[in-house]
């Protein structure tokens, strides 16, 4: 009965935990787009849009490193692109969090479960599928 | 058009499209891509990526509140994880070698399956005994309600599964979260009671956009230009949706809803045969 009443709590722990992950995530990604919306309409603002034909982004704005380089030279986009980024990772660290969880749970199977799932995500983001 | 009045208008589409999502549980990059497409003649591939990083967002934004009320049911919205995503990515392979066209035609189609899904009558019952699967794989649970919490079991866990992987496909083909697949393989498969499966599927859609999300950022679908309008938008419209929701009956809503979207994905689907994307 004490085993049984310890897993529920660890469940409802992690689903608090979770909940606050997504919660977070989506707020510090907003306030980041905000910021970096604003600058850029200050920098770009009376420019035309060109979105009519599909150039694909400078690598300014699709990896990491350029993403870095931007925001350290002020740029807005690369600004908003962080914003991106944090958006995008947010469910990623939900995974990661819920594998921490089941791991504290020794929840043997959803360890399993949990780790295919990271695995196929970092596989996606690592596996130059770009082309 | 300047790129000041070009924002402004997004933005307030992206409102009205997060809003329209959350009241309807269509999403929000629904309404994300034909917006751009047909109002603002953007490539689809932007509107593309900006509907992932759209459903991204009204996704773990919902999602966090229902997830603390314990409702979604984190174990089999994990497992079934494991379908979406590798489906998003093989979508987003798939996407290489998909002439545009198809892309609009396949969304108009799937558009229509959407308001179709919304319309349908929703079943609370919840199974008493469930499949052999469902209890080795931990998927069972209850979910809190007003009388106490109800239990549930679940079925055809490997025909929910399958769905599951072709809903996640569609998702990284065409950036949508799928949703209504979703809750298709939940509610009529696995026979997961309505108030489960809905939550379970908004919790399962940021994890698969963001499967293929990953590369379509490294293909430069996303422009910050589009995305921090449609991100602020989508938040705030969604934000907006979810205090409404409680206070108005969504019923007639749902029903214009759906007519609309049915008219701008026969829309998509005639351009698309044309080939004007």
């Known amino acids: 009965m004490i085993t049984k009443e310890n897993k529920k709590m660890t469940d409802y722990d992690m689903e608090q935990l979770i909940g606050q992950v997504l919660r977070y995530g989506v707020l510090i990604s907003g306030s980041i787009a905000i910021i970096g919306g604003i600058w850029y309409l200050y920098q770009q603002g009376s420019g035309t849009p060109h979105y009519t034909t599909f150039n694909g982004e400078p690598a300014g704005y699709t990896s990491l490193t350029g993403i870095l380089k931007g925001l350290a030279q002020g740029s807005a986009s690369e600004i908003i692109q962080l914003g991106v980024l944090i958006l995008i990772a947010t469910p990623i660290i939900r995974i990661f969090f819920s594998l921490v969880s089941f791991i504290i749970e020794k929840d043997r199977l959803y360890i399993v479960i949990t780790s295919i799932v990271l695995f196929i995500i970092l596989f996606s983001m690592f596996a130059g599928l770009k082309v | ?35 751009l497409t047909l109002f603002f003649h953007v490539d689809i591939r932007y509107a593309i990526g900006a509907a992932l990083v759209a459903s991204i967002a009204t996704s ?31 979508g987003a392979i798939l996407a290489i070698y998909t002439p545009v066209n198809i892309v609009a035609i396949l969304f108009g189609i799937m558009l229509i399956f959407s308001a179709a899904m919304t ?13 052999k699967l469902s209890y080795t794989l931990k998927l069972n649970g209850s979910y809190p309600s007003k009388n106490g919490p109800i239990a549930y079991k679940l079925n055809n866990v ?10 996640g496909m569609l998702s990284g083909l065409l950036g949508i979260g799928s949703g209504a697949l979703k809750v298709l393989a939940m509610d009529t498969a696995m026979k997961v ?3 489960v499966s809905t939550t379970t599927s908004n919790f399962m859609v940021g994890v698969t956009a963001a499967a293929s999300a990953v590369v379509y950022l490294q293909r430069g679908y996303i422009d910050p230009g589009i995305a921090f309008p449609v991100i602020i938008g989508v938040l705030a419209g969604a934000f907006t949706g979810s205090k409404l929701l409680m206070k108005i009956n969504v019923n007639s809503l749902k029903l214009i809803f759906s007519i609309a979207i049915t008219l701008i994905a026969l829309n998509m689907i005639y351009n698309g045969f044309n080939h004007k994307f």
């Open chain 2, 1 to 35: 058009m300047t790129i000041f009045t070009f924002t402004l208008i997004l933005l307030l589409g992206a409102y009205l499209a997060g809003l329209a999502g959350s009241l309807t549980g269509l999403g929000g990059g629904v309404v994300i891509i034909p917006l």
């Open chain 2, 60 to 90: 773990s934004g919902s999602a966090s509140a229902y997830v603390k009320e314990g409702i979604t049911n984190v174990r089999l919205g994990m497992f079934l994880e494991i379908a979406t995503t590798a489906g998003a990515v093989m």
């Open chain 2, 119 to 131: 319309l349908r009558k929703k079943s609370e019952a919840a199974l008493t005994v469930g499949s």
């Open chain 2, 158 to 167: 490997g025909a929910g599964f399958s769905i599951m992987t072709i809903a």
């Open chain 2, 193 to 195: 009671p309505f108030r």
